[in-house]
Nanobody, 121 residues
Framework: QVQLVESGGGLVQAGGSLRLSCVAS????????MNWFRQAPGKEREFLAA????????TYSNSAKGRFTISRDNPKNTGYLEMNSLRPEDTGVYYC??????????????WGQGTQVTVSS
């Protein structure tokens, strides 16, 4: 019912910043929250952050807290993840997700295809 497309990934040097975007389409009225995950090489996918779609409420993992900021623009059906002070350990594929009332912050109903983020030292 919901399609998600991530963009904004790329190659950055340690200490740099990136702003990822996630455009939602389809039945966007069913979105309860948008969230971000990442999967580093050799590691399992981990939750990073989530934001409620209709009110100002956010949550962050310990990995994201203090350096990453999640936001959204509902008229554009777009969510964002601003990443600052990037480190090589942040390298991985970043995915956005959309949660409905039938899912949680950590297990969204819909997934994007991912965007690669590479942080060089």
């Amino acid at each position: 019912q919901v399609q998600l497309v991530e963009s904004g990934g790329g190659l950055v040097q340690a200490g740099g910043s990136l702003r990822l975007s996630c455009v939602a389409s389809g039945r966007t009225a069913s979105i309860h929250a948008m969230n971000w995950f990442r999967q580093a090489p050799g590691k399992e996918r981990e939750f990073l952050a989530a934001i409620m779609w209709s009110r100002e409420s956010t949550t962050y993992s310990n990995s994201a807290k203090g350096r990453f900021t999640i936001s959204r623009d509902n008229p554009k059906n777009t969510g964002y993840l601003e990443m600052n002070s990037l480190r090589p350990e942040d390298t991985g594929v970043y995915y956005c997700g959309a949660s409905t009332l039938g899912s949680t912050w950590y297990s969204p109903d819909y997934w994007g295809q991912g965007t690669q983020v590479t942080v060089s030292s």
